[in-house]
């Protein structure tokens, strides 16, 4: 394989089986082919591993997201039962 080509082994960030076998495959071209061919191989595996991390970071922000409605939802109710404990003290009659 080209020597500044980065290795298509299992990182920290998993790549995708099927971009390791394109990569592969470049890695057996011929010098003028590959050399072309690389660099594009590089951004895809880049922009994969981008997309993957943006969509981690999206469903963790959508499940804190939910979260918080919970916690939202649990004051809201608690602060209406509160209301209406307040409302019927003022209905009550006094003596």
Known sequence: ???SSRPVEPTAEPIPAELRELAGLIGHLPARYRDHLLPAI????DAGIR????LNLVQEALA????????LIFDLEATRR???R???MLDEPRD
């Open 1 to 3: 394989m080209h020597p």
């Open 42 to 45: 590089d951004r895809a595996i």
């Open 64 to 71: 804190q997201l939910r979260l918080d409605m919970k916690y």
């Open 86 to 88: 307040y409302k019927a």
């Open 51 to 54: 997309r993957r991390r943006i």
């Open 82 to 84: 509160e209301r209406d």
